[in-house]
């Protein structure tokens, strides 16, 4: 007997790969399984991204992510959903040693949350890696441009392809990572006539965040987008005001202690 739960199917990795050029691809990334659950009944696909590092426990950069606390938030993201394609992060030094070293973790990944795809950030340097996995089971979505993770190297957070000089080498990851199997390519931080170049040219699905809207879909940091991220980047249009909401809610509650009228009268057992 199956319950109601069970009839419903997740998007695919085949079925994200197939919306190259079609209906726009909805994406946002989630850490919690309870907004998980928000997002899963909108997003095609829902990323537990590495960036939780900093969003959630306030580190400076994502280099100093764990394996386990991805695989706890993956964990968490599986439990809150059942329709969106679950994808999750590896962090960074779990993946660029070798590709037997990815695979072993990209395998823990997999069979510790149930996600259906991971993703990882390079695009020539990881494509051996990219047909590595793939080739084994595993459905890699790629990412390029700025590389959050290579930050140390890039300095800092910068926008990609100001310099026209650049795109033959963005041009070149982007189809290195297509061709060696990625379902789908996530392209970060890129001035917008690279991003519409890259998208024409490799036969995958582009996933812009700060990219512009030539790409075939498009994804935001959560807690950005809600207005939760003091250090939001300039590129993000927020939608919701939940940070100022929080801080309202906290400080009247605040208030009420002091002034000893907490809790209301609704809110006393007698
Ligand atoms: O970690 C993350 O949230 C990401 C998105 C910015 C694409 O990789």
């Known amino acids: ?61 994502t280099t100093g992510v764990p394996l386990d606390l991805m695989i706890m938030h993956g964990k968490a993201v599986m439990r809150g959903t059942k329709r969106a394609l679950v994808v999750v992060d590896m962090p960074f030094g779990t993946y660029e040693e070798s590709p037997n070293v990815a695979f072993r973790n990209a395998a823990r990944i997999m069979k510790e949350t149930g996600c ?17 996995l793939t080739q084994r089971g595993i459905p890699v979505m790629a990412h390029t441009g700025l590389t959050p993770q290579s930050s140390h190297v890039m300095g800092g957070f910068k926008t990609q392809g100001r310099d026209e000089d650049s795109w033959p080498a963005h041009e070149a990851d982007a189809r290195a990572v297509a061709e060696a199997g990625a379902f789908a390519i996530v392209l970060e931080g890129m001035v917008e006539p690279l991003a519409a170049r890259i998208t024409k040219q490799v036969e995958i699905p582009t996933i812009g965040i700060g990219a512009s809207v030539e790409c075939d879909g498009q994804i935001l940091v959560l807690e950005d987008m809600l207005g939760m991220n003091p250090w ?10 939940l940070g100022p909401m929080i801080e309202k809610a906290v400080s009247d509650y605040a208030e009420e202690v002091k002034s000893r009228s907490f809790p209301g009268e609704d809110h006393v057992y007698r």
């Not at 199917?9 to 079925?15: A, D, G, L, Y």
């Not at 994406?27 to 590092?53: E, N, Q, R, W």
């Not at 939001?232 to 005001?241: A, C, I, L, S």
Request: net charge neutral; charged share 20%.
């Open 1 to 61: 007997m199956s319950s109601q739960s069970e009839n419903i199917r997740r998007i695919t990795v085949p079925q994200i790969a197939a919306r190259k050029g079609g209906d726009p691809i909805v994406s946002l990334t989630s850490y919690h399984a309870h907004t998980a659950a928000i997002v899963d009944k909108y997003a095609d696909f829902i990323l537990v991204g590495d960036s939780l590092g900093m969003v959630m426990h306030g580190m400076e950069n």
């Open 116 to 132: 259906g795809a991971v993703k990882l950030e390079g695009g020539e340097r990881m494509a051996e890696t990219v047909h590595f």
């Open 232 to 241: 939001t980047p300039k590129f993000v249009k927020v939608y919701g005001t």
